[in-house]
């Protein structure tokens, strides 16, 4: 049945106008038109640059961004020849990601390159089989696996490392980027639209030979899969049985004796720790119990954060502002030039209420503010707070019209922070008579080490944040946070007072910045205003979005994993044991940059997602699955609804 349309008279319908072309150009089409046009651009722009640099050779940039450019207009235009082009396009961007892959592999011991081989083929092949959280979890491992190859390469692995390089830019070059970011496949140049457009019938040969070859490819992987999954079901279900047999063990003891016992196994687990990082600090000569007790600092603010964002879903870019002002009241009441020195366990007090008042300050001008205005107010303050801080070193406060000063003289001004010098030192706690993180303290037959005094610490201040972030998402004030985050105004219309709980969620977070700020700037015992850059509110954000925002446990999970990437794996074992490692640390931002966009495109509710958040996401996937399975086998319509004849439906 032919759809008609009918148009609709204008102003315009007298006026002479150019015959309309029949053949509509399908959006795949202006896709690559798009990216090659770009590309095009670049290569034309970028002549100049490459002849400084390469010489003559530097013409072929020219020349080739003039192909592209013809090619853009072929395509543009529908032109018959645009279409064979455009299929070969695809072709050599097959060819030449093989070509880099055989170029990477080639500069691999052969060990290595098998191992490499086989973790491809297994990641490949959970992808074809349609097992996202597999092919999820492996490409990660595979991504990490080649950078590390790719960084430690030296000599002459160099070179074949220089010539994958220059393949994958000419894989991007040709299909690469239309297909990572518009989504445009090979299976695409099949449509009839397509075919259409370009005046073709027919597929050419070339497509149904790599249609073909793909197809077949794809099924051996599948049924090679499905044949590695038989082999190991044994253990799976050795596996399954024995997890089945421990819950049926653990539901068997009574529900407050089995809390009971795992927070035994918790805290016991928490004593054993440094022991064990103890020994493998001595086995690997690595920096771990101190970048620990950082790592679980980061944690604290994470959880703090995870207040802001997480529960209330308030966007804060400038969280590390509040991490300063916990560290600077730590140091102003306790550094020796000012006089002060009070007590730690006061000062850290003093810390918590300072942080939790700038909450609400911050929070104050933004209560009517959303999303992107939101987010520009509290960077804003991030910015403000640490420049402030470097200024307060030389602060004079004239009565106008006089020269009487208030605060300062004339002559010099009054030193508050010590501006870019910095407040060294800091106070430090005392127990019983004994100043922490100088002396090892014996207790027992333990000898406590100043990194493990701060950690026993950290750990304590930080079980307190976390049962007070478990108590505070489960209460009433918890539920209404939750209520702002999902509709604003429905939560107001419903009883929930939005200034109020905008503020204390401002409050209450800032607060857990005071605890860390304080113990940070204890155990360091130097603080800078450098220490608390926009770098840090970031880092803090990747961490909640990464682990699973409104998560307890997984910002835990996740901010341990992540800080300690950072900080062992990147910043020690990867410059001490991989060759050319100082490439990948100076490289790491990209990196998280990088992560944190697959993230949130395979997995945008989190590595450890709550509940919640993960069904809010993924509503349109249960709604799917849903009416799938309310369709009547015989009517193929949902069942409880009236039939379309019924609804006005016009067959």
Known sequence: MMERVQATPTARSTAPTRAYRAKARPEVIGDWV???????????????????????????????????????????????????????????????????????????????????????????????????????LLSVVWAVLSVVLFAAATGTGRQGMDLTLLLLIGFLLTSGAATFLFGVRFRHLRDPRVMAYFGYGAEPPILTTVERTYQALQGFLAQSYALLNRLLHPLQQAVTQGTRTLQGSSQAIPRRMRGTLLAAAVVVGLALLPLLVRELEQATNLSLLITMNVALIFVVLALGLNIVVGFAGLLDLGYAAFFAIGAYTVGIFTWPNLGLEWNFWIVIWISVVMAAIFGMIIGAPTLRLRGDYLAIVTLAFGEIVPRAIREMWDIKIRIPFTEIYLVGS???????????????????????????????????????????????????????????????????????????????????????????????????????????????????????????????????????????????????????????????????????????????????????????????????EGLFPSATRAAELHEADEEYAFREESLDPETQTVVGEPPVEDRGGNW
């Open 34 to 136: 798009m990216v090659t046009a770009i590309e095009a651009f670049l290569l034309i722009a970028l002549t100049p640059a490459f002849l400084h640099q390469y010489g003559a050779v530097g013409w072929f940039g020219l020349a080739l961004g003039g192909l592209m450019a013809l090619l853009s207009y072929l395509w543009y235009q529908g032109k018959p020849l645009g279409y064979p082009l455009l299929a070969l396009f695809f072709v050599l961007s097959y060819l030449l990601l093989l070509g880099a892959g055989i170029a990477f592999l080639s500069t691999l011991p052969p060990i290595t390159a098998l191992v490499y081989l086989l973790l491809a083929y297994i990641t490949a092949s959970a992808w074809f089989r349609g097992e996202r959280r597999a092919g999820i």
């Open 410 to 604: 004339k002559l010099e001004g009054f030193n508050l922070t010590n501006g870019p010098q910095g407040m060294n030192p800091v106070g430090r706690p005392t127990i019983l008579g004994m100043e922490l993180g100088v002396d090892p303290i014996q207790v027992g037959p333990l000898l406590l080490s100043p990194p493990m005094q701060w950690y026993l610490l950290i750990v304590v201040i930080g079980a307190i944040v976390l049962l007070a972030s478990h108590r505070l998402e489960h209460s009433r004030l918890g539920r209404a946070w939750m209520a702002i985050r999902e509709d604003e105004t429905a939560a107001d219309a419903m009883g929930v007072d939005p200034i109020r709980t905008k503020l204390l969620a401002f409050a209450l977070g800032a607060s857990f910045s005071g605890f860390a700020g304080a113990i940070y700037a204890a155990m360091i015992q130097a603080i800078f205003p450098e220490l608390f850059s926009f770098l840090v509110s970031i880092f803090l954000l990747i961490i909640v979005i990464v682990s699973g925002m409104g998560n307890i446990w997984g910002v835990l999970a996740g901010g341990l994993l992540i800080s300690l990437f950072d900080r062992v794996v990147l910043a020690q074992i990867v410059p001490q044991y991989v060759p050319g490692g100082d490439v990948l640390q100076r490289w790491r931002w990209v990196m998280y940059a990088t992560g944190l966009i697959a993230i949130m495109v395979l997995r945008p």
